[in-house]
């Protein structure tokens, strides 16, 4: 008997997985840079609220990647 090839293998699957990841992560720092940038314009140019949007951003980020890693990695309802 042949074995039915798991669809969850496939390579594109993987190539669109790590750009989702890469994508993800770029765009969370990005969003906490401007973020904390704008507020530290607004506090007089305190360059401590860029830093901390930068943290804030690859927190989300890291948290982003895990749920979308659980849902590549989740079985499927079938």
């Not at 904390?36 to 990647?65: C, E, H, K, T």
Request: charged fraction near 15%.
């Amino acid at each position: 008997m042949k074995k039915k090839p798991d669809s969850n293998s496939s390579p594109w699957r993987a190539i669109s997985l790590v750009s989702l990841i890469g994508a993800d992560l770029v765009v969370c720092l990005l969003i906490g840079f401007y973020l904390g940038r704008y507020v530290s314009d607004l506090m007089n140019g305190q360059p401590i609220f860029i830093a901390a949007g930068v943290i804030l951003g690859l927190a989300a980020g890291i948290l982003s990647i895990v749920y979308i890693l659980k849902r590549f990695t989740e079985e499927p309802n079938g």
